[in-house]
Nanobody, 117 residues
C-alpha cells in the first residue's frame, strides 16, 4: 500500500528555519516528481516547490531564494529547507508524489508549519 509521510513541521519565529522531509514507499509506480504544496486557512492549495528525478526544480515566486528542495532518489525522499520564514508561510504543507502517468499520484497527510512570534 502506498505511503507518503511528511515530517519536520512545527512552530518557528519569523526569520527562522525549518526542514521538512517526505518519504514515499509502496507507490507501485516509478516516481517522476516529488512536490511540496501548502494550504493556508481559507486559501487554495498551491505548489511551493517541485523536483524531478533528474533534479529539475520549480519554485513558487514567493519562496524563491528562501526555500530549497532536494531529493534522495535511492530513498524516495524529498526535503524542503525553509529559511527566512515569514508569517505568510504559515500553512499545512503536503507532499505529492507523481509518476510518469497522470493517474499515478499519491498525497501525504500534511504537516503544519506555523511562523509566529
Amino acid at each position: 500500500q502506498a505511503q507518503v509521510v511528511e515530517s519536520g513541521g512545527g512552530l518557528v519565529q519569523p526569520g527562522g528555519s525549518l526542514r521538512l522531509s517526505c518519504a514515499a514507499s509502496g507507490t507501485g509506480f516509478n516516481i517522476y516528481s516529488m512536490d511540496w504544496y501548502r494550504q493556508a486557512p481559507g486559501r487554495q492549495r498551491e505548489l511551493v516547490a517541485a523536483i524531478t528525478t533528474r533534479g529539475a526544480t520549480n519554485y513558487h515566486d514567493s519562496v524563491k531564494g528562501r526555500f530549497t528542495i532536494s531529493r534522495d532518489n535511492a530513498k524516495n525522499t524529498v526535503y524542503l529547507q525553509m529559511n527566512s520564514l515569514k508569517p505568510e508561510d504559515t500553512a499545512v504543507y503536503f507532499c505529492n508524489v507523481r509518476g510518469y502517468f497522470s493517474h499515478q499520484n499519491v498525497w501525504g497527510q500534511g504537516t503544519q508549519v506555523t511562523v509566529s512570534s
